[in-house]
């Protein structure tokens, strides 16, 4: 009698033991997931080893080199990393910069220069700078110009409460005039964005490459790049781009939405995508910039911005990765292109040769100028 009382103590024991885990381990699953995501996702990839090595650059001849570089207004970092009274080092086209914010909360950019022909040797220069869309923005022109133009905040951004969702960040061994240049590229859209993000970047290999096709055939984007133009004077540095996209999943569109490509320099942009799902207002905000980390290396960057709400977070997890995916297939044939300054394009390629003349603005002592 007392042994079966035992017994029964121990296996209510054993029981409340494994309910209670279970029930600890769910709790905590579901304390990490709504962590995850109520928190942006910070995705960064360094594609720039992939497919890519040195001896690349000697398909270039001498007087090829070095890739035309752009002046203009650069994003260094992200506004929130810099505290009051705290100072960062930073390098830009070859030039160190330290970047610090007094204790009032403005910053500045110094350059420290060696000069031989001064006591003491050193001398330190200040680069104009500004902050918006929560980044910190340096101009930069190789004869020291100063700027005739200033980059401006994302609208929709200063009029609603659209919060930072998180980033995409890539980094490609490539000239850095490629990533203005891919929204005026009309072609590549129907073939490298083509496939579906669910894929992943590249083909799969073997058996995997029939499946890959069927699946393409089956589920699949339509882009239709509605028009490319450029801004008359005095506005003449930016250009805006828009395309519609359809997103198809056997024989049904699941979703449509318009990209507007606003582009403000060499390196800024503002990318609105306009989604309506289930009557809901999904519109997402990019943020992207392009800043050079050393010859022939660029960080490529979108900063997701979106209205508050539990769906939208969802949404923007997806939308995030969704963009890290598809700038991945980019980066993956940039780092293995040659820039060409005299391509020969076709006759469907007109935007490109509106972007290539827009661009050319940009850049002085160009070969080819
Ligand atoms: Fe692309």
Redesign the pocket.
Known sequence: MLADLYDLICTIDRTVYITGSISTTVVILIAYLTYKLYMPSDLLADMSSKQWNPRQLDRYSEDELPLPQPFGWFAVFDSWTLKPNEAKPVSLFEHQLIVYRNMSGLVHVLEICENSNSIPDIETRVWQSMEMDNLIMVWYHPNNQKPDWLPFPMKLMVDNTFEYRGKCNLIANCCIQEFPE??A?FA??NT??LPTEVLGIVKWKGMGAKLWDWITKHVYYKWTPLSYDVYPSPNGHMSIQITSATYHAFGRIFAEFTIDMLQIGPALAHVTTKYTLFGMDFTTILVTTVTPLGPYRNSFCHRLYMKPGFLRRVFAKIFIKTVDI??S??VL?WNDKKYLRKPLFTKNENSLVKFRRWYKQFLINDHDD
């Open positions: 891919n929204a590229d590549h859209f490298v964005h598809m700038l297939r980019d044939i």
